[in-house]
């Protein structure tokens, strides 16, 4: 009896250490039940069941991305959750385009300044920052957690760049810990400002700040979510409709230069991890 609980504990060790977990109907007697229902058209592991994201990983959707935001101070028209909201909008584009891929969250918070010093974004009310040892346990626990469960790929994505070298820093940690068989991968190419500031001026829209934390891509792919992310009504009330010297108005116009420029930004990161994972 001793020598049969002794090997089934070995056995869970080497499961989970590999990373199949879901595998062993002993670790999980559920794991083969079939799904009641026809499989959701969704890419948000939030918005599944767990039969859901079994099914979908046995199908060969086996990357995942995680995505950084941030919660923090935009100026007076945008909401405190801009990075979040693009990280959603642009996150399920990626995972739609790259077909094997569900987006498993978006982090909301991240390092927003020194909680001593009280600097950054923190000296502003609506900011939650997080230490950047917190950053980096909360990444690789949710990583980890991914490996676990079935994920062959982990993807990192960050819309802000004050989250890409914690990114990076897991993402290297964790490739030495795993060795072969999962990997994770940093993508910096996802937040390029350069090549999107040259994409919108190539594409009529030249800005001249006004000098608060603000700009037009950010407003244009909020919108896409939702105009009132950026108090779209209020601000057309007022008279305010604009950002950086470029018209909102009409909103359908502001729409087709988010909708292109968010294809331009998710052609680029999909290519950036298709190369990535081919190494």
């Not at 950053?135 to 994920?151: E, R």
């Not at 950010?218 to 939702?226: R, V």
Request: charged share 20%.
């Amino acid at each position: 009896m001793i020598r049969s609980i002794y090997l089934v504990c070995l056995l869970c060790v080497a499961r989970i250490t590999l990373g199949w977990a879901q595998a062993d109907p002993r670790l999980n007697p559920d794991i083969d039940k079939p799904r009641p229902i026809p499989l959701a058209d969704e890419v948000f592991m939030e918005n599944m069941t767990w039969m859901e994201v079994r099914d979908a990983i046995r199908d060969g959707k086996t990357t995942a991305i995680i995505a950084t935001g941030g919660l923090e101070m935009n100026g007076p028209y945008l909401v405190t959750g801009k990075h979040n909201i693009v990280c959603k909008v642009l996150s399920e584009r990626i995972a739609r385009s790259l077909g094997n891929a569900l987006v498993a969250t978006v982090v909301p918070y991240v390092p927003e300044g020194d909680f001593e010093k009280v600097d950054g974004h923190l000296r502003y009310p609506g900011t939650i920052g997080v230490s950047p040892a917190t950053f980096h346990a909360l990444l690789v626990d949710i990583a980890t957690s991914l490996k676990l469960t079935g994920f062959k790929n982990i993807v990192l994505i960050g819309d802000s760049g004050g989250n890409r070298d914690g990114m990076e820093a897991v993402a290297n940690e964790l490739s030495k810990a795993w060795g072969p068989g999962t990997g994770i991968y940093h993508i910096p190419e996802f937040y390029e400002n350069k090549g999107l500031k040259v994409w919108l001026k190539n594409n009529g829209v030249q800005e001249v700040s006004e000098g608060i934390h603000d700009s037009f891509r950010y407003t244009a792919m909020m919108m896409l979510a939702d105009p009132e992310y950026v108090r779209a009504s209020a601000r057309q009330a007022a008279g305010l409709f604009s950002i950086n010297g470029v018209p909102l108005a009409p909103v359908e116009e502001t729409l087709k230069i988010a909708n292109e420029l968010a294809d331009f930004q998710v052609s680029n990161t999909v290519k950036a991890i298709k190369n990535r994972l081919k190494k």
